[in-house]
């Protein structure tokens, strides 16, 4: 259960959700959102309840980041080996910036 601003922000990035999303499913501002989340404005019960519902149906939607990983550790395997070496000095590009 969200209990204040960090929870929903944590929670909000880790399903890859925009205030703007989140914001239109509980039926407030994405303005609001941001004044939760930044401690600007408090979070009531009812909505709490809102934005928690909101989030269990996102979970069933999006899948864990563990299976997105797994499901792209089956697709390296059929690569040449050629193939994974650009990938994996692609992935290291994009982690040094």
């Known amino acids: 259960m969200v209990i204040d ?3 929903v922000y944590e929670r909000r990035t880790r399903l890859r959700m925009t205030q703007t999303e989140l914001a239109r499913l509980v039926d407030v501002s994405a303005g609001h ?3 939760i989340e930044t401690g600007k404005a408090e979070l009531l019960p009812d909505l709490a309840v809102k934005i928690e519902v909101a989030f269990k149906v996102r979970e069933k ?4 980041k563990e299976t997105t ?3 792209l550790g ?3 395997s059929k690569l040449t080996a050629a193939q994974a070496y ?3 000095v692609y992935v290291d590009q994009l982690l040094l910036n």
């Open 74 to 76: 089956r697709r390296m």
């Open 5 to 7: 601003g960090d929870d």
């Open 61 to 64: 939607e999006v899948p864990p």
């Open 86 to 88: 650009q990938v994996k």
């Open 33 to 35: 959102i941001s004044n």
């Open 69 to 71: 990983a797994f499901a």
